[in-house]
């Protein structure tokens, strides 16, 4: 049975409820929730075009607001250098280009927000499990094998207290808690010891970055406030992302690279 146009007849009538756009500003809020919960629920092929669908209305949201944040710039233009002698009264003119940039902030946030930087070593060797744990025998008979100690250098935070050891599981052994890191900045091509603020992401696992585990190609944050660093707003910076270069547990200190 057809439906009609019934629905609009009463709306001209009658006109709408006085909560009308509350109730739908309400249900356009919890909709997101709703769409989650269906995201998670679907399975099989209708969960696939679910997910597709989805897909293509984060990427064309994600290419409006790229399309916000652009501005234009002008840049130095590579071009190539000119047969012959220049007139000197030309030496100090750079040839111009505009082209369209996103703002860094937005770059950066979003690079943060994606857990991921531009860092001396975007490759590192995977560590194995049996490489970083040794496997400690515990219990009267020692037939308990739930225990494992870090053969890594670790971070631990200044308020750090181990738990009893009948219920410690990851031991981390005392001479390789490291508190300072020997930090290089790449632009000033100085070194400066500086204390270690936490472990940001390890890029053998989010266990060993919970675990404070120092080994080559982590994501260090370290404190910078005695070099002065400052933001544009004029505000002193007080930790900065550094990443490890060396092996911690061989060299018995830890080597960075500042990332700026």
Known sequence: MPQGDH???????????????????????????????????????????????????????????????????????????????????????????????????????????????????????????????????????KHNSWKRMITKATFVGQGFTRKAPKYERFIRPTGLRFTKASVTHPELKCTFQLELLGVKKNPNGNMYSQLGVLTKGTIIEVNVSELGLVTPGGKVVWGKYAQVTNNPENDGCVNAVLLV
Do not use: C
Request: aromatic share 4%.
């Open 7 to 141: 629905i609009e007849l009463h709306r001209k009538r009658y006109g709408q409820r006085m909560d009308h756009e509350e109730r739908t500003r309400k249900k356009e809020a919890r909709s997101v929730k709703k769409t989650s919960k269906m995201a998670q629920k679907l399975i099989g092929i209708k969960g696939k075009m679910f997910a597709k669908k989805r897909f293509a209305e984060k990427a064309a949201m994600k290419k409006t607001i790229a399309q916000h944040s652009e501005r234009e710039n002008k840049h130095k233009a590579d071009e190539p250098v000119a047969e012959g002698a220049m007139p000197a009264y030309l030496l100090d003119r750079e040839q111009t280009a505009r082209a369209k940039v996103l703002s860094n902030t937005v770059k950066q946030k979003r690079k943060e927000k994606a857990g991921k930087w531009e860092v001396p070593l975007p490759k590192v060797r995977p560590i194995a499990e049996d490489e970083m744990f040794k496997v400690l025998r515990s219990g009267k008979r």
